[in-house]
Each structure stands twice: as C-alpha cells, then as structure tokens.
Nanobody, 116 residues
Framework: QVQLVESGGGLVQAGGSLRLSCAVS????????MGWYRQTPGKPRELVAA???????NYADSVQGRFTISRDNAKITVYLQMNGLKPEDTAVYYC??????????WGQGTQVTVSS
C-alpha cells in the first residue's frame, strides 16, 4: 500500500527553481507534521524543511530563504518550492513525517540535479 509519492525533481541550472510534490495518504497527512529530506551519496539523510499540521514551518540553515514548504489540505499534498538552487542542493529528495521519519514511509524519492 503506497502511502506517499514524491515527484517534481529534474535537472536545472544554478539559480533556477523547481517545485517538488508529495502526495500523501489522508490519515498520515491529517495527523502528522511533514518534512522534506535529502540525501547525497556517502552522507546521512538530512531534514531540510518541515511543516506541522497548523502550518508552522522550519528550515535548515542551508536552505533558509530559498526553499518554501507548504501543505494543501484539499489535495493532501506537501510541496517544496526551491528557488535559487545551487549545485550543492543536488540530492535525492524524500518526503516523510517530521521530525521523526517513519521507516515504512521512505519511498523512491525524486532526484534533483543542479548544474553549475
């Protein structure tokens, strides 16, 4: 049973923008803060943005001011708007509950590649 699906990654030049989407099952979406994580080879997965059920947000210092996380209650979807992308933002991005991710919810993720 698929409970969340990430999409929206791609290849973009430095300075460009992408918007990631995470379609979530209603029960997970309604009762959990959600977050976007990213991982590069050889490094642990890091939480870059989180949003609670009330809409309050938190960001990693590395993306503060460039990324915006949001949630659409009608579409039960979490978004990550990424502006001013840098090559160091290149990673696989995942959606999961936050700040404690669920092992059962890790999906395939979506690849974001930023060229210099």
């Amino acid at each position: 049973q698929v409970q969340l699906v990430e999409s929206g990654g791609g290849l973009v030049q430095a300075g460009g923008s992408l918007r990631l989407s995470c379609a979530v099952s209603r029960v997970i979406f309604s009762f959990n803060a959600m977050g976007w994580y990213r991982q590069t080879p050889g490094k642990p997965r890091e939480l870059v943005a989180a949003i609670n059920t009330g809409g309050s947000t938190n960001y990693a210092d590395s993306v503060q001011g460039r990324f915006t996380i949001s949630r659409d209650n009608a579409k039960i979807t979490v978004y990550l708007q990424m502006n001013g992308l840098k090559p160091e933002d290149t990673a696989v991005y995942y959606c999961n509950t936050a700040p404690s991710p669920s092992r059962q919810l890790w999906g395939q993720g979506t690849q974001v590649t930023v060229s210099s």
